[in-house]
């Protein structure tokens, strides 16, 4: 069975701080990568997408792809307390579907 | 387009009575996941539409569930008899075709007392 693992947190960081998020999948054959945040109390929202090995920067938010090591993480530079968040990780399935990891807890402290 | 929509937001009822939660995808969109939240379990993943046909069923936890898509613009997830262990968020989400990203709705927020 496919599975996404993530370390539930919560993960505490102070403002202004690098927030570094991780996440690990068992499919070798995964091609498609997901981080979505989620507030308290709404739904999930796509923050990025990444197919490829290497970084992926949008504004403050970089994600690392890393296949041999099935290695997903995503990195917030100049953590805002707005980014108090739970984050998915979510791997592509094989049909149109998506595999979401439990999510971690982030707090950021001004 | 408003995006996914869901009706109720919220539901309480009680053990044994049967639920029906509603979403409309953006309009389209070619498939439709319906997936349930709680604090042990995370989002999960019940069923999946693909231009109105069930794809996976698999995640559905017992006969008490059960889904429909009758058009591309209208889905139904129906839990007769419901119990407390339902109580969760449901959220609906919808792809476009050749996309994998997943827009999701604002959710239903279920008690069954």
Redesign the interface.
């Given at each position: 069975q496919k599975e996404v693992e993530q370390n539930s947190g919560p993960l505490s960081v102070p403002e202004g701080a690098i927030a570094s998020l991780n996440c690990t999948y068992s499919d070798r054959g995964s091609q498609s990568f997901f981080w979505y945040r989620q507030y308290s109390g709404k739904s999930p929202e796509l923050i990025m997408f990444i197919y490829s090995n290497g970084d992926k920067e949008d504004g403050r938010f970089t994600a690392q792809l890393n296949k041999a090591s099935q290695y997903v993480s995503l990195l917030i530079r100049d953590s805002q307390p707005s980014d108090s968040a739970t984050y998915l990780c979510a791997v592509g399935g094989s049909q149109g579907n998506l595999i979401f990891g439990k999510g971690t807890k982030l707090s950021v402290k001004p | 387009d408003a995006g996914v929509i869901q009706s109720p937001r919220h539901e309480v009822t009680e053990m044994g009575q049967e639920v029906t939660l509603r979403c409309k995808p953006i309009s389209g969109h070619d498939?439709l996941?319906w997936y349930r939240q709680t604090m042990m379990?995370?989002?999960e993943?019940l069923i999946?539409f693909?231009n109105n046909v069930p794809?996976?069923d698999s995640g559905m936890p017992e006969d008490r569930f059960s889904a429909k898509m009758p058009n591309a613009s209208f889905s139904t997830l129906k839990i007769q008899p419901s119990e407390p262990r339902d109580s969760a968020v449901y959220?609906c989400a919808s792809?476009p075709r050749d996309q994998?990203?997943?827009?999701?709705?604002?959710?239903t927020r279920l008690l069954v007392l």
């Amino acid at each position: 069975q496919k599975e996404v693992e993530q370390n539930s947190g919560p993960l505490s960081v102070p403002e202004g701080a690098i927030a570094s998020l991780n996440c690990t999948y068992s499919d070798r054959g995964s091609q498609s990568f997901f981080w979505y945040r989620q507030y308290s109390g709404k739904s999930p929202e796509l923050i990025m997408f990444i197919y490829s090995n290497g970084d992926k920067e949008d504004g403050r938010f970089t994600a690392q792809l890393n296949k041999a090591s099935q290695y997903v993480s995503l990195l917030i530079r100049d953590s805002q307390p707005s980014d108090s968040a739970t984050y998915l990780c979510a791997v592509g399935g094989s049909q149109g579907n998506l595999i979401f990891g439990k999510g971690t807890k982030l707090s950021v402290k001004p | 387009d408003a995006g996914v929509i869901q009706s109720p937001r919220h539901e309480v009822t009680e053990m044994g009575q049967e639920v029906t939660l509603r979403c409309k995808p953006i309009s389209g969109h070619d498939y439709l996941f319906w997936y349930r939240q709680t604090m042990m379990r995370g989002l999960e993943l019940l069923i999946y539409f693909n231009n109105n046909v069930p794809i996976d069923d698999s995640g559905m936890p017992e006969d008490r569930f059960s889904a429909k898509m009758p058009n591309a613009s209208f889905s139904t997830l129906k839990i007769q008899p419901s119990e407390p262990r339902d109580s969760a968020v449901y959220f609906c989400a919808s792809t476009p075709r050749d996309q994998e990203t997943q827009y999701f709705g604002p959710g239903t927020r279920l008690l069954v007392l």
